[in-house]
């Protein structure tokens, strides 16, 4: 988004988060970006076709360690599931929830996706995304990243030329492929294969496809590209989230 446009939302903090959600959502489809009242972004404009990618947001974990539902935790006014679609909001001409239902009574309005296959984590999860999906191409996030900005998704989304999924790895070798894009032809039937087998792991998908893998180093000039993987699981993951929002900027 670029500095000094107008839009209908107010900027928290350098990351860029929405702490302005009262729009009017009457007579707006469920869900898409009109409705969920992002702004237009030029450069996500100019580098991605965004009719071909739908966002999905996975809010149907057990949040057995946080002891409490991680999609209705806030960071300033905002809850987890906001914060992250206003992030899909750069590439996603709609945005769902997978799973339980997003924040009770949230001005989002976010329709949800049912688990096809309850209480299969994470796989399962993805499996439903992939399944409701209308477009060729499904953005999927878990909702305990928080720190995931638009330009994270844009950078993604470019890198889609003859793969099936485009999934980061950070510098100590972990993949997030609950961070992620997935091409729905190729990546869905897989997807109810490994479920039949009884595999539960969104990362056994990646073996199975075509997968571009991103490393950290081409993400590293984004802003805020050091905190976009600090998930939150637990109590003490949320006491350093929120006192990672509050601080200043770094220097550059």
Known sequence: MRKGSAVPITLLNRRGYASDWK?????REPGSRK??????????????DMDSIEGFILTGGASSRMGSDKAQLTIGANSFVELIATALGAIAHRIRSVGKPAVAGSPLGLPNVPDIYPQWGALGGLHAALAACTTPWAAVVACDLPFVTGALFQRLATLRDDFDAVVPVQSDGRVQPLCALYRCQPCFPQTGKLIAAGERRPRALLTLVRTRWVPEAQLGDLDGAADFFANVNTPQDYMRARALAASPPAEN
């Open 23 to 27: 729009r009017s959502l009457k007579n």
């Open 35 to 48: 409705a969920l009242g992002f702004p237009h972004c030029a450069a996500a404009s100019r580098e991605v």
